[in-house]
Nanobody
Framework: VQLQASGGGLVQAGGSLRLSCAAS????????MGWFRQGPGKEREIVAA????????YYLNSAKGRFTISRDNAKNIVFLQMNRLKPEDTAVYFC???????????WGQGTQVTVSS
């Protein structure tokens, strides 16, 4: 499985961005997809996740109410809509895929999100 993330950029606080993660290859075995981020001097953390079926989602507490994860299975794309962005959301965002339910096996390259105050 190959993952290609895109959509990062520079935005002012309060603005919005939509990240996309296109999956290719053996996507039939994907169980869930997730978005992670790693800010300057911080550890990588999971921001949101969604099962490939779309029946379950997970959000980091600080993302609830502002971020929405969704997927387009026909196009094998997972989106992360980020609204009301804050400077503390500044990070490199990565998408990942899990086939077994307990291991993030595949990773895309990061996309930089910078939120200015």
């Amino acid at each position: 499985v190959q993952l290609q993330a895109s959509g990062g950029g520079l935005v002012q606080a309060g603005g919005s961005l939509r990240l996309s993660c296109a999956a290719s290859g053996r996507t039939a075995g994907i169980y869930k997809m997730g978005w992670f981020r790693q800010g300057p001097g911080k550890e990588r953390e999971i921001v949101a996740a969604i099962t490939w079926r779309g029946d379950k989602t997970y959000y980091l507490n600080s993302a609830k109410g502002r971020f929405t994860i969704s997927r387009d299975n026909a196009k094998n794309i997972v989106f992360l809509q980020m609204n009301r962005l804050k400077p503390e959301d500044t990070a490199v965002y990565f998408c990942a895929a899990d086939e077994t339910g307990n291991r993030w096996l595949y990773w895309g390259q990061g996309t930089q999100v910078t939120v200015s105050s």
